[in-house]
């Protein structure tokens, strides 16, 4: 993924790197990867919902999708990622960090109605 984003900057394309990099350490392998290949700006978008919310997201994927084998995720990668995540900051050499808020989209309003019937 590193390459991938290097290559990109390279050549002038604007990149996201769509992943759960909830350790500063790991993010700031991209920002320098970034940077390194000429990037200007490097931004975070930090997408926040409570650990209820992303069990609940997490196990309504796996239960939506089984077809394409999708696993619910454990109990112990919830708690893994909580006891390491840290709070991006632009002292990791972003320009900014910008809170997005969870906000459920639907493709359906059968998908909204299963979705909301196990969460309030």
């Known amino acids: 993924c590193l390459a991938a984003v ?6 002038g394309r604007s990149v996201v790197v769509d992943n ?3 350790d500063s350490s790991v ?3 991209f920002v320098d ?5 000429g990037a200007k700006a490097v931004r975070a978008l930090w997408f926040k919902a409570g ?6 997201n997490a196990l309504f994927r796996a239960l939506s999708w089984r077809a394409d084998g999708r696993e619910v995720v454990p109990d112990i990668a919830f708690r893994v990622f909580k006891g390491k995540f840290n709070e ?5 050499g972003f320009v900014r960090v910008t809170e997005v808020e969870f906000m459920p ?10 979705w ?3 969460h309030f």
Not at 6 to 11: C, L
Not at 88 to 92: G, H, I, L
């Open 20 to 22: 759960t990099n909830g």
């Open 27 to 29: 993010r700031r392998m």
């Open 6 to 11: 290097s290559a990109a900057v390279r050549e």
């Open 51 to 56: 650990e209820d919310v992303c069990k609940h």
């Open 88 to 92: 991006p900051t632009v002292a990791e």
């Open 116 to 118: 909301s019937k196990w």
């Open 105 to 114: 989209v639907f493709e359906s309003e059968e998908m909204k109605a299963k």
């Open 33 to 37: 990867a970034a940077k390194k290949a």
